[in-house]
């Protein structure tokens, strides 16, 4: 009868000792949460165009000069393991279902109260494009002054010019509050590959202009090898160079996929292919007006500013004139 109550009893402590181990394993796992959490974080990448044609290509065959080049580095820097998956839906639609899922994620975005107020933006932006302009057919250069004013189209005498955007878009404060109060003056196509559509329509002259970044419109040129010459016009509204970021869902788990992306931006190889494609898709030219806001991006010492705020560095931007045609 002793040895059964000396054995129920070292059985106990046993027992005892192991919920103790255990107990100080899960505080210790919670504790050093951020450094031990390797689970996966799946993410739904949403956009109204291919933002990643070059998806199901091997990572080899990607040119340095592709967008995808920067998120693959992301990807394959997270501490976290980021399992994406894409949908492609207008942009109207996909602002509308990104408020529903947990862990939606869109490529690209430019800040504004709106979209901060229902999104979790990245520290880091995705990419730095030089100042939208109004991109015109060269033998039509005649309908616009240069620099243009958005204010240009209240005052055409009788002539009634037609300049296509993108529903839902945001192409800088001003310019998104001109587009608002002035609709008349826009052709606002808001389907699936909205941009492509609206240069198409610009090449068969359905619409006199569009707004947008001059080398998106070139490297559609040439993929669709489009024989007629284009002029691209810098706006006055349009401030400056546009940064686009990584937005999530306000959610722990949007929270979450962000704080990953803004941990893969601190390594120096995605810096490097950062820098690669804006120097590569953009040119010399455009890139010199880049590459002082890149270097604040990832300086070292910049602690307390944000690195959306350009406002400090008096980058010098090169004016675009026919000279440039492509």
């Known amino acids: 009868m002793n040895a059964v109550a000396s054995f129920l009893s070292s059985l106990a402590w046993l027992i005892f000792l192991l919920s103790q181990l255990t107990f100080n394993t899960a505080h210790a796992t919670q504790i050093l949460g951020h450094d031990t959490n390797t689970d996966p974080l799946a993410l739904i990448v949403i956009s109204d165009m291919s933002v990643f044609p070059e ?14 080049k920067i998120w693959r580095s992301l990807i394959a820097h997270s501490q976290s393991k980021l399992v994406p998956k894409f949908q492609k839906m207008s942009l109207t639609r996909a602002w509308v279902e990104f408020q529903k899922l947990p862990n939606a994620c869109m490529i690209n975005k430019v800040k504004n ?22 991109i015109a057919l060269a033998k039509n250069q005649h309908k616009f002054s240069q620099p243009f004013s958005l204010q240009d189209l209240e005052s055409q005498s009788g002539r009634k010019l037609r300049i296509g955007v993108v529903k839902s878009r945001s192409y800088g404060a001003e310019i998104d509050n001109f587009i608002a109060t002035h609709p008349k003056h826009f052709f606002i196509r808001g389907a699936e590959d909205s941009m492509s559509k609206l240069i198409d329509m610009l090449f068969m002259a359905r619409i006199d202009a569009i707004i947008d970044f001059s080398q998106v419109v070139t490297n559609h040129k040439q993929e669709t090898e489009q024989p ?21 869902s306000k959610t722990p788990k949007g929270k979450a996929i962000i704080a990953a992306i803004n941990h893969s931006f601190q390594h120096n190889e995605v810096q490097e292919t950062f820098r690669t494609f804006h120097q590569l898709y953009f040119g010399h030219q455009e890139y010199l007006l880049l590459a002082p806001l890149i270097d604040n991006i990832f300086s070292s010492s910049q602690t307390n500013r944000q690195p959306d705020e350009p406002a400090k560095i008096q980058a010098k931007e090169t004016r675009l004139n026919t000279s440039s045609q492509t």
């Open 228 to 248: 007629q010459q284009i002029i691209a016009i810098p706006i006055h509204e349009a401030a400056g160079p546009m940064h686009a970021y990584v937005v999530c």
């Open 55 to 68: 998806i199901h290509k091997q990572d080899t065959a990607i040119t340095p000069d592709s967008m995808d």
């Open 113 to 134: 109260p709106k979209r901060e107020a229902i999104a979790e933006f990245s520290h880091y932006p995705f990419s730095i494009f030089p100042p939208v302009r109004l």
